[in-house]
């Protein structure tokens, strides 16, 4: 079964880096997945798309601070200069046989 | 401005129906893949019908199977999802979202609507 893994959290301080990793199942490991941004009491926001060979696609107006990066079977999110509005949950989100796959989220705070 | 926005949630009760709509404006909704996506209150995204491009491909979540139905007005460029027979455990908010706007990979979920919420309840 075709399984995203995530950490249930994180936490950093304001202006600080933060990286988050989505882990993909054994055998599938050369995915592409998609990081969405759910902040509190608003719908998700696609954030990008991240490849294996660590190649990512941005959202529209996605600041410089969030990047992407890949390394066997995770992919990483990366916010840099962190600030309160990067408070939430955030998603990670693949395509497999005719189906949406979601991780179980990061919540991430700020301190 | 590209956009989606769904409407239709309501308090309904146990063993009841609710058609959810989601529209489309600033791009062609018919041309790309459409799925609804639901998030039950405090829980993470569940992926729950996928509607193709072309309309020839529909999948359903095995908990939504045989009760829900999505399907497509072109000419209203919206998107319906029929939800029959539902359960306290559909309470949700649902989302719609393309797949394949800017991700021409056909990978990510990439433009997202705002939610409409579901309650259901006996």
């Known amino acids: 079964q075709f399984v995203l893994t995530q950490s249930p959290s994180a936490s950093a301080s304001l202006g600080a880096s933060v990286k988050l990793t989505c882990t993909l199942t054994s055998g599938h490991t050369g995915y592409a997945i998609a990081w969405h941004q759910q902040q509190p009491e608003k719908g998700p926001r696609f954030l990008m798309k991240v490849s294996a060979d660590g190649s990512h696609l941005k959202g529209d107006g996605i600041p410089d601070r969030f990047s992407g990066s890949s390394s066997g079977a995770e992919r990483y999110l990366t916010i840099s200069r962190l600030q309160s509005e990067d408070e939430g949950d955030y998603y990670c989100?693949?395509?497999?046989?005719?189906?949406?796959?979601f991780g179980g989220g990061t919540k991430v705070t700020v301190l | 401005e590209v956009q989606l926005v769904e409407s239709g949630g309501a308090l309904v009760q146990v063993g009841g129906s609710l058609r959810l709509s989601c529209a489309a404006s600033?791009?062609?909704?018919?041309?790309?893949?459409m799925n609804w996506v639901r998030q039950a209150p405090g829980k993470g995204l569940e992926s729950v019908s996928h509607i193709s491009n072309v309309g020839n491909t529909i999948y359903y979540a095995d908990s939504v199977k045989g009760r829900f139905t999505v399907s497509r007005d072109i000419a209203k460029n919206s998107l319906y999802l029929q939800m029959n027979s539902l359960r306290a455990e559909d309470t949700a908010v649902y989302y719609c979202a393309s797949r394949g706007y800017r991700d021409y990979g056909l990978v990510s979920f990439d433009i997202w609507g705002q939610g409409t919420m579901v309650i259901v309840s006996s």
């Open positions: 600033g791009f062609t909704l018919s041309s790309y893949n």
């Open positions: 989100q693949t395509w497999d046989t005719g189906r949406g796959v």
